[in-house]
């Protein structure tokens, strides 16, 4: 392209410029230029075929990229919204999803579950929620399927504690003594679903999970 088509094609765009910038050239912009680089191009020295042919792949690229980008912005609005059912559908259903957060209501607490990685004693430890430990229950020795935990809602002196949110922690030891991987999930009843920042989130009590953390739907 040669100076004066450029600065004719500056001079074009001169006054969109002013009311709004853009980050990148659009299709639009591409055909301006090359309209504007024909008009001016010195006769003498006429564009040779094979640079049209370049400029014209370059449009068809630009206009193939933005047909991709709102295809993709497409799909990511059709999933959220798909999400966003499922999880609507999912209130008042009764599920198991990762963690470890209990509530206690009425001294009747919600239910949890652990599962080791190999065969150990378990221990579970239940604390209230600023994090003091409230309840130690030995478990005794657990084999590796998915063990339930139901808390009576009682501290160690057997004392009903009051109504709120609490949690579980379970450690195990194998029969040398060392550690052993435990994984803890929680049951509940699926309440409400908020959106945040488009994300769908199910109310389980005062928990916020995500839809992928669902692990079963018991009910």
Known sequence: MTTSAINAATATGASTNTTSKKGA??????????VT???YQDPLQPLDNYQMASQMAQFSMVESLNSMTASIKSMESSQAAVNNLQAAALVGKKVEVKGNALS???GTASEGSYQLDKPGKATIKVLDEKGSLVRV?????KDTQKQKFIWDGKN??????PN????????AVDAQGAAIEV????????EGVTLDQGKAYL???SNKVLLSEIIAILA
């Open 104 to 106: 206690l209501s009425q």
């Open 164 to 171: 709120g949110q609490y949690s579980f922690q379970v450690s």
């Open 183 to 190: 994984k803890t999930t929680m049951v509940g009843k699926v």
């Open 137 to 141: 229950i030995e478990s005794g020795v």
């Open 25 to 34: 050239l659009d299709q639009a912009d591409f055909l301006k230029i090359f």
């Open 156 to 161: 160690d002196q057997g004392t009903t504690l």
């Open 37 to 39: 680089q024909l008009k």
């Open 203 to 205: 109310q389980i009590g």
